[in-house]
């Protein structure tokens, strides 16, 4: 655990307050106080009592971030960090889990540009050929309908649909997180009906699922709660369940795996 510290000083460029931190990180001032209740951080204080963020407090933060955005639970975390896991560590991590995503979008545009070649050459497409390339490329957002908004009422707080409207979420964040759930909705359909969700092949799919789903909620328990109801709600209704990559065997396969995973102790349950 870091040791506790006390600044004479007034906060530098690299002692800024929470706020300015969690802001930066896009976390809340109640992750940050979470954090340092673990002992994952553990900001030096000015003299009035005032938190104050240090340079070495911002590279572990990160490298907390980084680790709950590949779906590592607070508990793992603070093990790897113990462990002295530094910060190159932590990014190498990061940085396989976003070249899997990109891999993910450079196929299926790959597809797309082989078939807008063959049309243009006045070949036609065959049904096998139409079929790959709508699931490989089926990467757009969920049309957002008076339905949905309703679902999202009832599930979400107030306060939580205003962080997700507050997100800084780019068009290119968007075909990422697009093309990794894409690619997993496809591996999970490769397994095939009646797939074991314990299987070495079904746990992998889940952990990158979960990698997913932890950036979406910043690993907080009440947003993976509104998260996972409203989900319930879309694969029950035909109209809705029809708009995203995944079917609800996918959701009920995924929902297996990961209690499988719940199991190992890998994640806590929601």
Same mark, same amino acid.
């Given at each position: 655990?870091?040791?506790?510290?006390? @600044?004479?000083?007034?906060?530098?460029?690299?002692?800024?307050?929470? /706020?300015?931190?969690?802001?930066?990180?896009?976390?809340?001032?109640?992750? @940050? %106080?979470?954090?340092?209740?673990?002992? +994952?951080?553990?900001?030096?204080?000015?003299?009035?009592?005032?938190?104050?963020?240090?340079? =070495?407090?911002?590279?572990?933060?990160?490298?907390?971030?980084?680790?709950?955005?590949?779906?590592?639970?607070?508990?793992?975390?603070?093990?790897?960090?113990?462990?002295? =896991?530094?910060?190159?560590?932590? +990014? #190498?991590?990061?940085?396989? /889990? +976003?070249?899997?995503?990109?891999?993910?979008?450079?196929?299926?545009?790959? +597809?797309? %540009?082989?078939?807008?070649?063959?049309?243009?050459?006045?070949?036609?497409?065959?049904?096998?050929?139409?079929?790959?390339?709508? %699931?490989? &490329?089926?990467?757009?957002?969920?049309?957002?309908?008076?339905?949905?908004?309703?679902?999202?009422?009832?599930?979400?707080?107030?306060?939580?649909?205003? $962080?997700?409207? &507050?997100?800084?979420?780019?068009?290119?964040?968007?075909?990422?997180?697009?093309? =990794?759930?894409?690619?997993?909705?496809?591996?999970? !359909?490769?397994?095939?009906? !009646?797939?074991?969700?314990?299987?070495?092949? #079904?746990?992998?799919?889940?952990?990158?699922?979960?990698?997913?789903?932890?950036?979406?909620?910043? *690993? $907080?328990?009440?947003?993976?709660? &509104?998260?996972? *109801?409203?989900?319930?709600?879309?694969?029950?209704?035909?109209?809705?369940?029809?708009?995203?990559?995944?079917?609800?065997?996918?959701?009920?396969?995924? !929902?297996?795996?990961?209690?499988?995973?719940?199991?190992?102790?890998?994640?806590?349950?929601?």
């Amino acid at each position: 655990m870091p040791a506790k510290r006390t @600044l004479s000083e007034k906060p530098n460029a690299f002692a800024d307050a929470p /706020a300015a931190i969690a802001k930066r990180f896009g976390v809340t001032a109640k992750a @940050l %106080r979470v954090y340092e209740r673990m002992g +994952l951080i553990a900001p030096a204080r000015t003299q009035a009592g005032w938190r104050a963020y240090g340079r =070495a407090d911002v590279e572990r933060l990160a490298a907390i971030v980084a680790l709950k955005q590949l779906g590592l639970p607070l508990k793992r975390i603070a093990t790897l960090l113990a462990g002295k =896991a530094d910060l190159k560590a932590v +990014l #190498a991590l990061q940085e396989a /889990a +976003l070249s899997e995503a990109k891999t993910a979008t450079e196929e299926a545009l790959a +597809l797309v %540009r082989a078939a807008r070649k063959r049309l243009s050459e006045r070949k036609t497409l065959s049904t096998d050929e139409l079929a790959n390339l709508i %699931r490989r &490329s089926n990467m757009s957002e969920l049309k957002w309908t008076p339905k949905m908004e309703a679902m999202a009422a009832k599930h979400y707080t107030k306060d939580q649909l205003a $962080d997700l409207k &507050s997100r800084d979420f780019t068009p290119a964040d968007q075909a990422r997180v697009s093309a =990794a759930w894409a690619k997993i909705y496809e591996d999970l !359909g490769a397994l095939g009906d !009646g797939a074991d969700p314990a299987s070495a092949k #079904a746990l992998a799919i889940g952990r990158r699922a979960h990698a997913l789903i932890m950036e979406f909620t910043q *690993g $907080d328990p009440a947003m993976f709660k &509104s998260l996972s *109801g409203m989900k319930r709600d879309m694969m029950a209704d035909p109209e809705v369940a029809t708009q995203g990559p995944g079917t609800p065997a996918h959701f009920a396969l995924l !929902g297996k795996i990961f209690a499988e995973l719940q199991k190992k102790g890998e994640f806590p349950g929601a």
